[in-house]
């Protein structure tokens, strides 16, 4: 049962960790991509030079103001992906008054970090050898706006575009320029300068390749960009010379509709943003593909090119909250085709009342699966013929499992679904389990034919639970203990090895209040036994679910959400931090500290400091909600978490 005696968020948020696992995610597949984009190039110093300026965002330099326009003020219509961190050095500021960014500051673990930021950073003296900068030094470089982003032409050649604010920085900048210069001659390579508009360029050329590259310096700026189209339309729009045929990506609907969507409910702005227009990107790298414009000639049928685009946006640190992000995925209006199986509904968002209080999150989300059934029958139906997809039901579900799925599963469901997450001790590789509860209609006969039905699968073993029946996986499967009661703690007690290092399913399925119930630990299903008996409190009655439960309800404005959600990260945490300060997870860090440097200052950092305790970092965690929205214009997510209180 979770403690609430020391709640006192600040209140609201985003949930932190999907903030910076979502942040590092986007990073990655920009830093992948541009290796890809430039993989062809000769000049492996250059691509390492590019490389490493894109890793900038891991920085703390001081804020200066770039002369000149933002990002969507310069880049062309027609970008298709877009990542943008307004400030490098706001954003930053605003991570360190973030939770994780605190937990770094505290001094149970600011010894460890300190040591393990040291160590990692000394063990690379190669980079200073190899680009004549120290890592610290590259580090310092980002001064205000970053942005990389990828466009098309209107003849559907790619342009990458990186564009970064450097301030005084300049000089380090101009190194790593001369030294991609002295390796590209070195390798064969040719160099150009060029006068583009009032600005200097210089463009390294790689005989038989078509990737060149463009690099410029612009008021304490420097771009790198894979087009000298792409140069011309940057300065043109620049030095204010462009035409109107030089239209700006903030001139692009589908882009502005989704920014606006992704500032905060107070206005406030967005210390990231990111946009992808995917449609418009593979429709021109296939142009010259017959059989791939082909297909996207047939998207239209499917409905598929009422997908406009996606973005969103993250805000650090907001008045009140720890974070918030947006995510946006544009819809054409009418919805056809593939995008009518969209059939999120409305209704009660408030717990059930025997969902267990100690439960890591909790998500419930409305769904016509009836109204689904329904359109798929009819998509299907418009491209293979009349009937198709019933016969199809018939020959391959109906006949083989003795059922009507259409009558006696897809007709018998109520439309809610309700996911919850726990922890089942000890703390495992898979200790998390899952709970899957999809609400029953009001003359549903599910629950009367169990018997009946389940009778055909003999693996289903009939179990009860003072006095509600359930079924189980038959099989030699240990069996819980009540809630409450003394565990056995033999297993706890045995030595970590291969085999106790994993939890035992023992799936589970049951009908209780109106409910299908499935899951994986059939202590979660005895769990919501006690807790719809009273035995057991549930999370509805919890406060720091009701103090998410008002933030969502501010959050939804005059909207009714199709979904919410409710997480717990410092549940999540204990697990994780269980399992990483085990025996088995030391030594593995242990044993591979001399052939990796991470591991080894991880290593030299847990040994020099010890492992602060739990209750450490646990203090700087608040529970996050989520909200899913179904609009006219397309689907809108927000998440946050909580400020927590001052430790």
Request: charged share 20%; net charge negative.
């Amino acid at each position: 049962m979770p403690d609430n005696s020391k709640l006192s968020y600040r209140h609201r948020g985003f949930n932190t960790g999907s903030v910076l696992s979502g942040w590092l995610d986007v990073h990655w597949k920009n830093l992948q991509f541009y290796r890809l984009k430039f993989g062809a190039m000769k000049n492996p110093l250059f691509k390492r030079i590019a490389v490493a300026l894109l890793a900038l965002t891991l920085v703390l330099p001081a804020t200066v103001k770039a002369e000149r326009p933002s990002a969507p003020r310069l880049l062309p219509y027609n970008t298709v992906l877009y990542m943008r961190i307004h400030s490098v050095p706001e954003f930053l500021d605003k991570f360190d008054e973030t939770s994780f960014g605190s937990i770094k500051t505290d001094p149970a673990v600011q010894p460890i970090w300190d040591q393990f930021y040291n160590d990692l950073i000394s063990a690379f003296p190669q980079i200073e050898e190899e680009l004549g900068v120290s890592l610290e030094d590259l580090l310092d470089i980002p001064q205000g706006e970053l942005s990389i982003s990828l466009s098309v032409t209107d003849t559907g050649t790619p342009m990458f575009a990186m564009i970064a604010d450097v301030g005084e920085n300049t000089e380090n900048v101009a190194k790593l320029i001369e030294r991609a210069e002295f390796e590209q001659i070195e390798n064969a390579g040719d160099l150009e300068e060029q006068v583009i508009g009032e600005t200097e360029v210089t463009i390294f050329r790689q005989p038989g390749d078509d990737d060149d590259v463009v690099v410029f310096n612009k008021d304490e700026s420097v771009v790198i960009c894979s087009s000298e189209i792409m140069a011309e339309h940057l300065i043109a729009v620049w030095e204010g010379t462009a035409t109107d045929a030089d239209r700006v990506l903030a001139d692009n609907r589908k882009f502005t509709d989704i920014m606006r969507s992704s500032v905060g409910t107070g206005g406030e702005l967005p210390h990231m943003s990111w946009y992808a227009d995917p449609y418009t990107l593979v429709n021109a790298l296939t142009r010259d593909n017959f059989s791939a414009q082909a297909v996207i000639a047939l998207l239209p049928t499917l409905g598929v090119d009422g997908f406009k685009a996606f973005g969103g946006s993250v805000i650090m640190a907001p008045e009140g909250f720890d974070s918030i992000s947006h995510f946006h995925v544009a819809l054409g209006s009418p919805r056809r085709g593939i995008l009518n199986l969209i059939t999120l509904g409305e209704g009660e968002m408030t717990p059930e009342p025997w969902i267990p209080a100690d439960v890591v999150d909790y998500t419930t989300v409305y769904w016509d699966f009836e109204k689904t059934y329904a359109e798929l029958t009819t998509l299907v139906d418009s491209i293979l013929g009349e009937g198709y997809f019933e016969n199809l039901v018939e020959t391959n579900v109906n006949i083989p499992a003795a059922i009507d799925l259409k009558a006696d599963i897809i007709e018998q469901l109520g439309g809610r679904v309700t996911l919850i997450g726990k922890v089942i001790p000890p703390a495992r590789v898979n200790s998390y389990s899952r709970l899957i509860a999809i609400k029953l209609s009001e003359e549903s006969e599910l629950p009367d034919t169990a018997d009946e039905l389940f009778a055909n699968y003999p693996f289903l073993s009939q179990e009860d639970h003072k006095g509600t029946p359930y079924y189980r996986i038959a099989g030699p499967q240990p069996r819980p203990n009540p809630a409450g009661a003394q565990q056995n703690t033999s297993a706890q007690d045995a030595p970590e090895d291969a085999q106790n290092s994993f939890r035992r399913p023992t799936p589970s399925l049951a009908f209780y209040n109106g409910y299908l119930l499935v899951t994986d630990a059939e202590e979660m299903l005895i769990d919501v036994i006690e807790t719809g008996s009273g035995a057991l409190e549930n999370l509805a009655s919890q406060e720091d679910y009701q103090i998410v439960a008002e933030e969502l309800s501010k959050q939804s404005r005059e909207d009714s959400p199709s979904m919410v959600s409710f997480t717990r990260p410092e549940l999540a945490l204990k697990m994780v931090f269980d399992l990483v300060t085990g025996e088995n997870a030391q030594g593995f860090i242990a044993e591979n500290a001399e052939s990796n440097p991470l591991f080894g200052a991880l290593d030299r950092a847990y040994t020099d400091h010890g492992i602060p305790d739990y209750e450490e970092i646990a203090k700087y965690l608040a529970p996050s909600g989520a909200l899913l929205f179904n609009k006219e214009t397309g689907l809108h997510f927000i998440s946050f978490s909580l400020k927590p209180a001052q430790p």
